[in-house]
T-cell receptor
Framework: GQQVQQSPASLVLQEGENAELQCNFSTSLNSMQWFYQRPEGSLVSLFYNPSGTKQSGRLTSTTVIKERRSSLHISSSQITDSGTYLCAMVTNYGNEKITFGAGTKLTIKP | NSKVIQTPRYLVKGQGQKAKMRCIPEKGHPVVFWYQQNKNNEFKFLINFQNQEVLQQIDMTEKRFSAECPSNSPCSLEIQSSEAGDSALYLC????????????FGEGTRLSVL
C-alpha cells in the first residue's frame, strides 16, 4: 500500500487564510521533507524535519513520529503561495530511500 | 540555487531513440537517486547508487534504462529505446547518507517522447 498519504489533494483558499497540509506515513522514517514544486518541475526544499516543529517565516512544519504524521502550515497565505506542495518520507535503514506523497495543489485566490 | 546539476533541462526524442540525461551530484555526496515524475505527478523511484555501485533499481530500469555513476564523471540515465510513456520529469538527488542531512534535488530533465 501507499506509504505516504498526503491530504488534501487540492485546497482553495482566500488570500490571508491559513493553509494546513497533512502527510501520514505508514512505516518508520528518519525524516520528513517538504517541498514546493515550481510549475516547470524543479523542487524547492522547504523543511527537512525529523521530529518536532520548525518554522521559516510564514511556514511551519511539525512532525510527530509516534503518530506517524507531518504537517505544513502556511499562515496568512498569499497568492504567490499557490502551487504544488509535496511531502517526502526519507528512510535510511542501510539503504536510503525517499518516498513521495501525491502532492497538494494549493490555490490562493485574491 | 540547486547544488545538484542536471542537464539538459529539456529533452525531445522520437520513439525508439536513445535519450540520455546527466546529473552532477553535490560534491562529497556518495548516494545518488533517480526519480521519474509522470504526467499524473506520481513519483517513481528508478535507481540509486552509492559510490558508483547500484544499491537498488526497479525492473523497468533494469530492462530499458541504463544508468551509471562513474567516479570523477557525471552520473547518467539513458533510455535505450524511448517510448511515449517515458515522457516525464526525471529528477536526480544526492545525499550524504546521514540521518540529519537532507537529500538535495536537481532541477530535473523534462523528457518529451514524440
Amino acid at each position: 500500500g501507499q506509504q505516504v498519504q498526503q491530504s488534501p489533494a487540492s485546497l482553495v483558499l482566500q488570500e490571508g487564510e491559513n493553509a494546513e497540509l497533512q502527510c501520514n506515513f505508514s512505516t518508520s522514517l528518519n525524516s520528513m521533507q517538504w517541498f514546493y514544486q515550481r510549475p516547470e518541475g524543479s523542487l524547492v526544499s522547504l523543511f527537512y524535519n525529523p521530529s518536532g516543529t520548525k518554522q521559516s517565516g510564514r511556514l511551519t512544519s511539525t512532525t510527530v513520529i509516534k503518530e506517524r504524521r507531518s504537517s505544513l502550515h502556511i499562515s496568512s497565505s498569499q497568492i504567490t503561495d499557490s502551487g504544488t506542495y509535496l511531502c517526502a518520507m526519507v528512510t535510511n535503514y542501510g539503504n536510503e530511500k525517499i518516498t513521495f506523497g501525491a502532492g497538494t495543489k494549493l490555490t490562493i485566490k485574491p | 540555487n540547486s547544488k545538484v546539476i542536471q542537464t539538459p533541462r529539456y529533452l525531445v526524442k522520437g520513439q525508439g531513440q536513445k535519450a540520455k540525461m546527466r546529473c552532477i551530484p553535490e560534491k562529497g555526496h556518495p548516494v545518488v537517486f533517480w526519480y521519474q515524475q509522470n504526467k499524473n505527478n506520481e513519483f517513481k523511484f528508478l535507481i540509486n547508487f552509492q559510490n558508483q555501485e547500484v544499491l537498488q533499481q526497479i525492473d523497468m530500469t533494469e530492462k530499458r534504462f541504463s544508468a551509471e555513476c562513474p567516479s570523477n564523471s557525471p552520473c547518467s540515465l539513458e533510455i535505450q529505446s524511448s517510448e511515449a510513456g517515458d515522457s516525464a520529469l526525471y529528477l536526480c538527488a544526492s545525499s550524504l547518507f546521514r540521518n540529519n542531512q537532507a537529500p538535495l534535488f536537481g532541477e530535473g530533465t523534462r523528457l518529451s517522447v514524440l
